[in-house]
């Protein structure tokens, strides 16, 4: 395995894309004020982020609009609420699961939209379906990526034959995400090793989307960059579902391109994230959700552990044990 | 560089050292209870810890006994009244820092003290004292340590230099210290590897002791002994000073000897730390503490920030950036 580029260079391909309201949003069931949104927008333009994700393009068949705000369905019309024609040098991505989208209806042609990506997430067992999907989101104009959820419980040989069938889609790039928490940096090497190869004997790039049960969440993306995974997932203080997302001040104070940029970020956690976390919405790391990552188990039993303002760890910590 | 053992193995030669009341310590003062210090002292041997430190051989000349607990002493006595004669597998330590310890009249033979082992604190451009220090130490009957701090502000020639006159030195283990918790895993390698060199070729073990300024204090002890460094620093809950330590319950839920056992280590976060926290006591990771981490500057600022309850991270930032 060979690293690539040096701390103190800078490799052009990197990218930073910000999943605050689509991965926040699994916080407050997708509740953020325009205010807040409008303000992102201009701190992930004006610190240098790449792609900002606005939310899913989930069906409005399978979710009432009303138990969801508004990002959870990313209508044309509201994003272009608060991006306009989006007259900046950073694109917009919004993401869409297999098999809870109506990507037939609900993509509409790219040079009818102000989206320029769409992320489609998946699990092993939908790549089929997902590769539909990307190849229906590629002919319509759209940069695609396909995020393979929860690879910490696929076996690797069903791993290695979806690797192989997404590597003869259309997708742009291949995601490494760890569902769960629950990979060590050593893992992550192999794994970003694994995917590197494969995507790119295609012509194709790799992310990496981590989330923070282990406190590794920005320690994994850092060395999956250094290994050579160029799109980077990141979130405003690492706001997103159970322990959070690789924190995106860590992230932009760690890499060395001049165009990236810390200081719009501190005032948006000021001004923004302060006043949320005062509000009552939690994320970030404790002992329940790195006892779920831990033991390879989603974070829901600590979610809810949370949500029940638990803290019996101790009792908490044999339930996630009698799961196995 | 070599990796050294698999994730699935364990390496007989690790030892987990708790610090929780020394680095600790230095968040409250080092005013402990006793209650939570016998509490702490069960847990770890229950646990499995290997070390427990329980603070620091100050002098008393130089520093008033009324203004600190009496972990920043640690006089034999006090220990003995927690331990007794030390009747568990686990080892005792404590912490001396070169200048201010007055080690000829405070270190007593080993023959007559509860103490295993000394560590001993210093800077690079204190390493002759610090060597004299390990040898009467040593001669004492002791184990030692050579803990060389904030070596991320050090000339990697003058470090060279220092682990050669270490190396020649009665010290049992060299420990590498990121002070300010700037160091990246990609650093931590480097630096692993230059003292695993030097150490192996002594007959010596490598230790390390991370600071959690940017999230990556459990990542870059985990890449550390990965790669050989055996002797793993952590506390409760990261307790410590600034952005605090190496999580415990991080660490021994990553390691895979069968000897170390969470369970004991969730009851006291749930019957100790929770409390200790409401009662006020901070540390952790936070914007302040990353910034200095960033810069590779002493938490000192940031600490005062904390100590302030303030939240203008920006300006915090631009002040940070003029230290420069």
């Given amino acids: 395995m060979q690293q690539k580029g040096e701390l103190i ?11 605050t309201i689509r991965d926040g949003g699994l916080v407050n069931n997708f509740y953020f004020d325009d205010e807040f949104v409008k303000d992102l927008y201009k701190t992930n333009a004006a610190a240098g982020v790449d792609y900002m994700e606005f939310g899913y393009k989930a069906s409005k068949d399978l979710f009432d609009v009303n138990e969801f705000g508004k990002w959870k369905f990313c209508d044309e019309q509201d994003i272009r609420d608060i991006v306009g024609d989006n007259d900046t040098d950073m694109k917009i991505s919004v993401m ?34 997902a590769v539909e999907m990307i190849n229906y989101c590629a002919d319509m104009g759209y940069e695609t990526t396909i995020n393979i959820m929860a690879v910490s419980t696929a076996q690797e040989s069903e791993l290695d034959l979806a690797l192989d069938l997404l590597s003869k889609s259309k997708a742009d790039v291949i995601y490494l995400v760890d569902s769960y928490g629950s990979l060590y940096p050593e893992q992550i090497r192999r794994y970003a090793d694994k995917y590197i190869k494969v995507a790119e004997a295609a012509g194709k790039k790799v992310g990496i989307h981590a989330h923070n049960n282990q406190q590794l969440a920005f320690a994994n993306t850092i060395e999956a960059c250094a290994f050579g995974v160029s799109y980077l997932d990141a979130t405003m203080s690492g706001m997103g579902r159970g322990a959070g997302n690789c924190y995106m001040e860590l992230l932009l104070g760690f890499l060395r391109n001049p165009k990236y940029s810390l200081n719009p970020v501190l005032k948006f956690i000021e001004n923004r994230i302060l006043p949320l976390k005062k509000s009552g919405v939690v994320w970030g790391c404790d002992v329940q959700y790195m006892l779920t990552g831990q033991q390879n188990q989603h974070p829901r039993t600590a979610i809810a552990f949370t949500a029940d303002k638990r803290e019996d760890y101790f009792t908490f910590y044999q339930s996630v044990l009698d799961r196995e």
């Fill in 96 to 129: 869409a699961d297999v098999g809870r989208t109506d990507y037939k209806k609900d993509i509409i042609p790219k040079k009818d939209s102000v989206i320029d990506m769409i992320r489609i997430a998946t699990y092993v067992n939908t790549i089929p379906a």
């Fill in 9 to 19: 260079s800078f490799r052009p391909d990197i990218k930073v894309v910000d999943c």
